[in-house]
Structures are given as structure tokens and as C-alpha cells.
């Protein structure tokens, strides 16, 4: 995540002006937010952070978070279909998630409503660096050998309480395709034993189109246990056929529910 002014700046995948502005809305709507909708729970989350009671902290910093993510439905006059139930284990396991482009976020903070496992780039914003933090987001910091120890370390621990949400794609895919899977997190949750959720979201390329009026989809694809497979290889495999295979069922119901929508509105 950057200052939304860098985005002006910002190439942004050679995509529309229109897709600019609202990539800047969107990101300068969280300045508007901490001072109104989601300041009773920065207020409460600080409390909570200075009495050191870190589960109702993390609670109230993702509460406020969930009120970006409907203001951005509001904004966008954004549908979301369920294409079946979204149940995520509240701690314990590494939720693997499409990353799209730059406005999905928003919708995976209310959809999931879990922490994020992030990457070192996340410092170079201090705001959104601090309060990912403050929700129980980790950075796992790849720079060096004594830092990944320490980022597993960290993650280990994190997990007896939370469960994080990872892009395994490694970053914006600007398409509704799977991209191939990075090795890194995918490793690590076979070396640890920990099992994957996996949940796919589509549709969020047609605000790339038209910025309004749509309808994003989120499917659970259920979880794969390490310990049922012979190499990390093989587990990555499997995850990503998974995601392939239920991203084609989301995309069809994805479709099916635009149309609906579009011939229930107004000539």
C-alpha cells in the first residue's frame, strides 16, 4: 500500500485515468474514515493497545478496517455474491487469497476480516504500516537470513491466536487469471505443518473498466492439510489447480449475477 499521492505519479499497469482517481479516492477516503465511522474504534483499539490486551485491540483495529471496506461498496455501488459460505478458522491456518489490483483490499478486509501477512514493502507507507500492525498484521521480512528466522518465529507464535491472510501470487495480477504460485509462504506452510485456506474473489477487474455499478464474488474452496502431501511441490500444485478449478465455478456465477442485475435496472 502507498501514499495515495504516489499513485498520481504511478503507471498503475497502463490502466485508465478514471481507474487512477479512483485508486486515489479510495486510498484518501481512510483519512476522512479515521476521523469519523471508524474513530470510536482507533479511540477504543489505542486503549485496548495501552492496556495491553492485545485480542480486543486487534478486534477493534479490524472493526475499523470493515468501515473502509463499506464505504468502498457504497462508492463503487458494488454488489457482493456469495458463492457459497465463507467460514475462516479464527487461528491456526494461513488463508491464500487472489490479489487482483489495487482496490481489492478493502473487499478482502470485511469479507475475511482477518490480519494480513505481508511483505517488507508495507514499511514504506508509516499509516498503513501501523495499523496493520495494530489489527495483528505481520511482516515477513525476507531481507536477510536472521530476519526470515525471526518472520517464522514471529508467524509461529501469531498463529496460536489468528489466522492470516497471504497473497500467494506475490502481487497485483491486473487479470481474473490464477497466476503461477510464488514458493515462499507455500513452503513455509508445508515445512510447519500449517493448513491453507483457500478463497477466490472475481470481478474486481471490471472497476479497472468502469468503476461503478458491479458485482465481485468471493468463494470458499475449503482447506488443504500439508500433511497429506509428499513435497511442498505437490502441495503448491494442488493449491493452485484448486484455485483454477473454483475460479472458473466463481466466474460463471459471477456472470450469471451481472446479468441479473443488469436487466433488473432501469432502462
Known sequence: MKNPFDYLSSDLNGLSSGYKK??????????????????????????????????????????????WGNSVIRLTNT?????????????GHIIMLNHI?????????IIISKPFLANQAIKSSIFAYWWMSAMGSQVFDTSKQR?????????MEGLKEQSYIVYPEGGNSYS????????????LAYDQKVPV?????????????????LVIGYRNCGILDPANYTTWEEFRDAI??????????LDQEVARETNIALNASPA
Do not use: W
Not at 485456506?197 to 455499478?213: C, M, N, S
Open 22 to 67: 479512483l485508486v486515489i479516492k479510495i486510498y484518501l477516503l481512510v483519512l476522512k474514515l479515521v476521523f469519523t465511522v471508524a474513530f470510536p474504534h482507533l479511540i477504543k483499539g489505542l486503549y485496548f493497545l495501552l492496556t495491553k490486551n492485545k485480542e480486543l485491540q486487534y478486534k477493534e483495529f479490524i472493526a475499523g478496517s470493515l468501515t
Open 147 to 155: 530476519t526470515i528466522v525471526t518472520s517464522v518465529r514471529n508467524l
Open 79 to 91: 454488489h457482493i455474491y456469495y458463492s457459497n459460505k465463507i467460514e475462516i478458522p479464527e487461528k
Open 176 to 187: 481474473e487469471e490464477i497466476r503461477p504460485l510464488k514458493k515462499g509462504m507455500i513452503k
Open 240 to 249: 493452485h489447480t484448486k484455485m483454477i478449478e473454483d475460479k472458473k465455478i
Open 197 to 213: 485456506v483457500v478463497v477466490l474473489k472475481a470481478g474486481v477487474t471490471k472497476l479497472q473498466e468502469v468503476q461503478k455499478d
Open 101 to 109: 489490483n489495487e482496490i481489492d483490499f478493502p473487499f478482502d478486509c
